[in-house]
């Protein structure tokens, strides 16, 4: 987390310049309308936002969004819920929505912390996917490092009985220290004898294809709400 002291808030990111493409902008303008959902200080009626009942994913955090639009094409019997404050990460998911016919996508462009405060209610979410979070990699910055104990424990309280908390990183010891929060958090309990093997549904990316190669490792960590 990051005290921003111009808003006198915590933040879980740190803004980014990103040029936005001609095709970007143009998904913003005429999808953003359906699959956008605007950050409000109340209680996502989530039945409402995908016009039907179904299991609810929340990602954190997308990027360009091309595994998330992987997953839920892979997925149509879930819905998915995916945050990012990045423009351009937005409209290239957007984008791929529109290009793929995806329905069971939604995305929140706002800061993850006040979403999950205000607009996810407790005990609403089937998943969790905290997909290659900034690592922080300097010692000095380790604590800004998104997987933290009370950030940790406010996913635990959204999360229903027996719904699932996925994180993976190709940072060892950012892997070594999401192991130690989430077997730290009494809510949790590992599938795995630490780390999981990476489950089907997640695809490669091309930067983490890439770094297999070079030798690099990945971590997946596969927890569930007792």
Same mark, same amino acid.
């Given at each position: 987390?990051?005290?921003? !002291?111009?808003?006198?808030? @915590?933040? #879980?990111?740190?803004?980014?310049?990103?040029?936005? #493409?001609?095709?970007?902008?143009? &998904?913003?303008?005429?999808?953003?309308?359906?699959?956008?959902?605007?950050?409000?200080?109340?209680?996502?009626?989530?039945?409402?936002?995908?016009?039907?009942?179904?299991?609810?994913?929340?990602?954190?955090?997308?990027?360009?969004?091309?595994?998330?639009?992987?997953?839920?094409?892979?997925?149509?019997?879930?819905?998915?819920?995916?945050?990012?404050?990045?423009?351009?990460? $937005?409209?290239?998911? +957007?984008?791929? @929505?529109?290009?793929?016919?995806?329905?069971?996508?939604?995305? $929140?462009?706002?800061?993850?912390?006040?979403? =999950?405060?205000?607009? @996810?209610?407790?005990? #609403?979410?089937?998943?969790?996917?905290?997909?290659?979070?900034? !690592?922080?990699?300097?010692?000095?910055?380790?604590?800004?490092? =998104?997987?933290?104990?009370?950030?940790?424990?406010? =996913?635990?309280?959204?999360?229903?009985?027996?719904?699932?908390?996925?994180? &993976?990183?190709?940072?060892?010891?950012?892997?070594?220290?999401?192991?130690?929060?989430?077997?730290?958090?009494?809510?949790?309990?590992?599938?795995?004898?630490?780390?999981?093997?990476?489950?089907?549904?997640?695809?490669?990316?091309?930067?983490?294809?890439?770094?297999?190669? +070079?030798?690099?490792? $990945?971590?997946?960590?596969?927890?569930?709400?007792?």
């Amino acid at each position: 987390m990051l005290y921003d !002291p111009t808003e006198h808030r @915590i933040r #879980s990111f740190v803004t980014r310049a990103g040029r936005l #493409s001609t095709a970007q902008a143009r &998904a913003l303008d005429e999808l953003g309308p359906k699959f956008l959902i605007e950050y409000k200080k109340e209680a996502l009626d989530m039945e409402a936002a995908f016009g039907r009942k179904a299991p609810v994913v929340l990602e954190i955090g997308f990027g360009m969004g091309d595994t998330t639009a992987h997953i839920a094409r892979l997925m149509p019997e879930k819905d998915f819920i995916g945050v990012e404050v990045h423009t351009p990460g $937005v409209g290239s998911l +957007l984008k791929q @929505i529109g290009e793929q016919g995806i329905e069971n996508l939604r995305l $929140v462009q706002h800061d993850v912390v006040e979403v =999950l405060a205000n607009m @996810i209610p407790d005990g #609403s979410l089937h998943g969790v996917h905290v997909f290659f979070p900034d !690592p922080w990699h300097k010692a000095r910055h380790n604590k800004r490092r =998104l997987i933290q104990p009370p950030f940790v424990k406010v =996913l635990c309280d959204k999360l229903a009985a027996g719904g699932y908390l996925h994180c &993976a990183t190709d940072w060892e010891d950012y892997a070594v220290q999401m192991l130690e929060v989430l077997g730290a958090e009494p809510a949790l309990q590992n599938t795995a004898e630490g780390y999981a093997p990476q489950p089907a549904y997640r695809p490669l990316t091309k930067f983490e294809n890439r770094g297999l190669k +070079l030798g690099h490792g $990945v971590w997946d960590l596969v927890f569930t709400k007792k």
